[in-house]
């Protein structure tokens, strides 16, 4: 993971219309205790299907890295010789299991070098799901948490899904970026070199850095949103609790698949911050000190990773990948991200907004990014819109709408609401709120927009505010998931 941020008993899980009871696994132990995790009760013949992925294959992947870091100076950073063989390793294992392999020549890296690209031939090309995993590491050390236990247990799920070879619902393409401790670049000249199209056939990109920290937690990215849910079902059928990853924000490849308009969550075990004593208390481990105590440090080896933390992870993967492209979704289902530059960062297109609105001012920050949708704040009697014409696919189990809000308000009242934001799909109000509801921070609103199924509607978010005593309504990652 990259070192700083780019910018400021029971468990139920819903899949394909169907509700399902999933046993749950109380955690007491250590992280770095046992190594063979009790699989959950799945809801369909696919998830049933879902492979226990060898956490000792995941492992030998490890020694592999770490055996070539050995042999190259100490380290696999990208551009170095441990990197050159680090990729040669993982190209001639997928090929060997009859991927589509492709090397993508980053020029405008830090240390220029390639990216791996991998599709495995069976479902839509149109309809892709994708996983991705920093294959480069500091100079510092070998860096086999940091990020090769990503690279690793996306590689041997990769081989167990050409093993077992099955019926595909969607495309599944696999990624190993490069120079990611630089500053994300080899995801971001990926990102960058696909066109709209291109794009928009991606439903959801999935990341995964640090999964096998000594220390570590259970954390996802975006873990409540659609995209994270069936990451989210597998853990939660451990009785884990996961968490929002908090720490990897805007830190790892999936920063500029989001900033895209790309849906994307991803497992992380935790990088230099501590451990809190509630986390301590769910997850085992020690309270106060860092989730991998050698984060970019030469200590980084195989010595440096919890079996059970990886093994979790690796198992989640699989069971997403079946999911989402072997039995998920609903037949028929066009699915995947429906709203257009929902964090605001690529220009004001297909947005149709109020002069000003879609800003990047410092004055109210953005909840990811440098840009936001910011209604009203001035005091006077103002109206300001913001809306985005979308055209909801039919035939799918789930349809959610999320948007992040921050409302701030100088008036003084705890009665009367002065200033309002209406949000509305077409012509139904699905919610108002006003300077009554002013808290720090942004919060999540989600509404299901089944009712639109099959339809083209508007999303417009209106907010009036009268002649004094300013309310600022601050919207960012917009996202309409359908799946």
């Keep these: 993971m990259r070192g700083r941020t780019l910018s400021a008993g029971v468990a139920l899980a819903v899949f394909a219309g169907m509700t399902v009871t999933l046993a749950a696994q109380p955690v007491t132990a250590s992280p770095t205790t046992a190594t063979t995790v009790a699989r959950p009760i799945a809801g369909t013949a696919a998830a049933l299907a879902a492979p226990d992925i060898s956490v000792t294959n995941v492992q030998a992947h490890l020694t592999q890295f770490n055996s070539i870091a050995t042999g190259n100076g100490g380290n696999r950073r990208a551009g170095s010789a441990g990197y050159t063989a680090s990729l040669s390793y993982v190209k001639t294992r997928l090929q060997a299991a009859g991927y589509t392999v492709s090397e993508q020549y980053c020029s405008s890296c830090t240390y220029p070098s390639n990216n791996l690209i991998a599709e495995w031939p069976g479902g839509p090309a149109d309809q892709v799901v994708m996983f991705g995993a920093h294959l480069d590491g500091v100079s510092a050390g070998p860096g086999i948490n940091d990020n090769g236990t990503g690279s690793a247990t996306l590689l041997e799920n990769a081989l167990v899904l050409a093993a077992q070879n099955p019926t595909m619902t969607k495309r599944v393409r696999f990624a190993w970026w490069t ?14 070199s696909l066109n709209a199209t291109q794009r928009g056939y991606i439903k ?7 999964v096998g920290s000594t220390n570590g937690g259970y954390f996802i990215n975006r873990v409540t949103s659609t995209t994270a849910a069936p990451l989210k079902a597998y853990w939660d059928s451990l009785g884990l609790q996961p968490e929002e990853n908090v720490e990897g924000q805007g830190r790892s490849d999936d920063y500029y698949f989001q900033q895209a308009g790309i ?32 984060y970019h440090r030469a200590c980084d080896t195989t010595a440096n990773v919890s079996a059970t933390v990886l093994n979790r992870a690796a198992d989640g993967v699989a069971y997403a990948l079946w999911q989402l ?19 605001f960062e690529n220009g004001s297109t297909p947005w149709t907004a109020s002069s000003g609105v879609i800003t990047n001012s410092s004055s109210q920050p953005a909840r990811s990014g440098s840009y936001k949708a910011w209604l009203n704040g001035s005091g006077r009697t103002r109206t300001h819109t913001l809306s985005q014409s979308v055209t909801v696919p039919a035939g799918c189990a789930t349809y959610t709408l999320s948007f992040w809000l921050h409302i701030d308000t100088a008036e003084t009242t705890g009665s009367t609401a002065y200033d309002r934001l209406t949000v509305r799909v077409g012509s139904t109000t699905l919610a108002t709120y006003s300077n009554l509801n002013a808290a720090a921070g942004y919060a999540q609103r989600s509404f299901n927009v089944a009712g639109f199924a099959g339809q083209a509607a508007t999303l417009t978010f209106t907010g009036t505010e009268d002649s004094s005593l300013q309310t600022s309504f601050v919207i960012d990652d917009v996202t309409l998931q359908a799946s």
């Design 204 to 210: 959801g990109y999935y990341n995964f850095d640090m």
């Design 179 to 192: 120079d990611e401790e630089q500053g994300l670049n080899g995801s971001r000249f990926y990102v960058n």
């Design 263 to 294: 849906p994307t969550s991803g497992y992380a075990a935790g990088a230099s911050a501590r451990k809190t004593s509630a986390q301590a208390a769910k997850w085992g481990g020690t309270a106060n000190s860092a989730y991998d105590p050698c």
């Design 325 to 343: 492209a072997v039995g998920g979704g609903s037949p028929g289902c066009v699915g995947g991200q429906v709203v257009g530059n929902g964090g």
